[in-house]
Nanobody, 127 residues
């Protein structure tokens, strides 16, 4: 059983930056495609960023392109999400998720296709 633990959330002013981390145990993540999703109160969960275990490719939701960056670190035990120029509407609980399926394209955004989820880390963007 893969366990995922998110960290790095907190309160940040609009335009600020945060780096979220997703730590895995007891396995490393090189065999998993990783996604970051977020959910704000009263809203649907939405995908933000993904990194494939098949070819290392990354994909982003349109509204975060150029501001967010997903990467693998620490010998594949951590996947990070660097978030820059944060906006108040991006306040949400951010979740890390993993799948062994070789998802591509639109399938990356389907949260039901991911097998493992962390409990989330809260990001609040406010002045």
């Amino acid at each position: 059983q893969l366990h995922l633990v998110e960290s790095g959330g907190g309160l940040v002013q609009p335009g600020g930056s945060l780096k979220l981390s997703c730590a895995a145990a007891p396995y490393t993540l090189e065999r998993y495609t990783i996604g970051w999703f977020r959910q704000a109160p009263g809203k649907e969960r939405e995908g933000v960023a993904y990194i494939s275990h098949v070819d290392g490719s990354t994909n982003y939701e349109d509204s975060v392109k150029g501001r967010f960056s997903i990467s693998r670190e620490n010998a594949e035990t951590v996947v990070s999400l660097q978030m820059n120029s944060l906006k108040p509407e991006e306040t949400a609980n951010y979740y890390c998720t993993a799948t062994t399926q070789p998802l591509r394209g639109i399938y990356l955004t389907n949260s039901e296709l991911y097998e493992y989820w962390g409990r989330g880390t809260q990001v609040t963007v406010s002045s």
